[in-house]
Nanobody, 115 residues
């Protein structure tokens, strides 16, 4: 399954963005999907995860501001709603399985939070 993230852009602090991750095939059987990010000069980190049953988990840095969701059946898509964005949320965002496979990562989407 190939995963393609989209929806990034430039937003002012306090603003919102909704990221989408479209899968080339069914994600129904993938137990845990996640959104990761890599900020400039930092390692990639997992910021949000969701199980096939809908249970979610978030990094402390985004808890209460980000919401992950998934549509297993109709659109094979995973979403990340990001509210109250901060400059420190600036990063390239990726979606992938949790834990990530050894295969190369798909292209991420750049989120820049700046006034």
């Amino acid at each position: 399954v190939q995963l393609q993230a989209s929806g990034g852009g430039l937003v002012q602090p306090g603003g919102s963005l909704r990221l989408s991750c479209a899968a080339s095939g069914s994600i129904f059987s993938i137990n845990v999907m996640g959104w990761y990010r890599r900020a400039p000069g930092k390692q990639r980190e997992l910021v949000a995860a969701i199980t096939s049953g809908g249970s979610t988990n978030y990094a402390d840095s985004v808890k209460g501001r980000f919401t992950i969701s998934r549509d297993n059946v109709n659109k094979n898509t995973v979403y990340l709603q990001m509210n109250s964005l901060k400059p420190e949320d600036t990063a390239v965002y990726y979606c992938n399985k949790v834990p990530p496979p050894s295969a190369p990562w798909g292209q991420g989407t750049l989120v820049t939070v700046s006034s």
